[in-house]
């Protein structure tokens, strides 16, 4: 069956160390994979696209790389800080191309000062 | 610029009753997608409107009905209210289909009794 999934344990780190949240999928053969930050009571919002011939993908503290024969996307944020605390939800496109987005659980991130 | 908004922000139902969900896309948008998100859970696809017509479909039952606008705005419509309705209801825009970041609207907070 087709599986999407995040680590369901929520990840805590202390402040400025660089925090590593995991995705993998089965039995999808997606073009791109996204990533996405949720606050409490908010929807979620863009950080990063990464397309299936792109290895890594940077945006200031962010890092995301995407290994399709892993199956596996890893998000990285260095120099955590507090404000960083917060779900972090991965989402590929289940239907080539179209938009249709599989979203896994998400990992909740605690950044400690 | 205004991103994109929804209505009502929260609602509260009995079962069995009909409730209409409004969405505005972000300026210069013409796709609108509807997600159900249950707690600790990460966004359910329910479909996507292009042109007025729905494009894509997720695994939901035809109580969940939609429609958009020629302002590209769009309702959600569910039919029978069941207690597992219960959720989240977001809204995200993007322009046309494809690897195209989403926009996502503060949600709906829906509650049946």
């Known amino acids: 069956s087709q599986k999407i999934e995040q680590n369901s344990e929520a990840l805590n780190i202390q402040e400025g160390k660089t925090a590593t949240l995991t995705c993998n999928y089965t039995?999808?053969?997606?073009?791109?994979l996204q990533w996405y930050r949720q606050d409490p009571g908010r929807g979620p919002v863009f950080l990063l696209l990464?397309?299936?011939?792109?290895k890594e993908k940077r945006k200031e503290r962010l890092k995301v790389t995407f290994d399709t024969t892993l199956k596996q996307s890893l998000f990285h944020i260095t120099a955590s800080q507090p404000a960083d605390s917060a779900t972090y939800l991965c989402?590929?496109?289940?239907?080539?191309?179209?938009?249709?987005?599989?979203f896994g659980q998400g990992t909740t991130l605690q950044v400690k000062p | 610029d205004a991103g994109v908004t929804q209505s009502p922000t929260h609602l509260i139902k009995t079962r069995g009753q009909q409730v209409t969900l409004r969405c505005s896309p972000k300026?210069?948008?013409?796709?609108v997608s509807w997600y159900q998100q249950a707690l600790g859970q990460g966004p359910q696809f329910i479909f996507q409107?292009?042109?007025?017509?729905?494009?894509q479909r997720g695994n939901f039952p035809d109580r969940f009905s939609g429609h958009q606008f020629p302002n590209y705005s769009s309702e959600l419509n569910v039919n029978a209210l069941l207690l597992g309705d219960s959720a989240l209801y977001l809204c995200?825009?993007?322009?046309?289909?494809?690897?195209?970041?989403?926009?996502f609207g503060p949600g709906t907070r829906l509650t049946v009794t």
């Open positions: 995200a825009s993007s322009l046309g289909k494809g690897d195209y970041e989403q926009y």
């Open positions: 039995n999808y053969s997606p073009a791109y």
């Open positions: 990464i397309r299936e011939n792109e």
């Open positions: 989402a590929l496109d289940d239907t080539s191309n179209t938009g249709k987005l599989i």
């Open positions: 300026s210069g948008h013409d796709t």
């Open positions: 409107y292009y042109e007025e017509e729905e494009r």
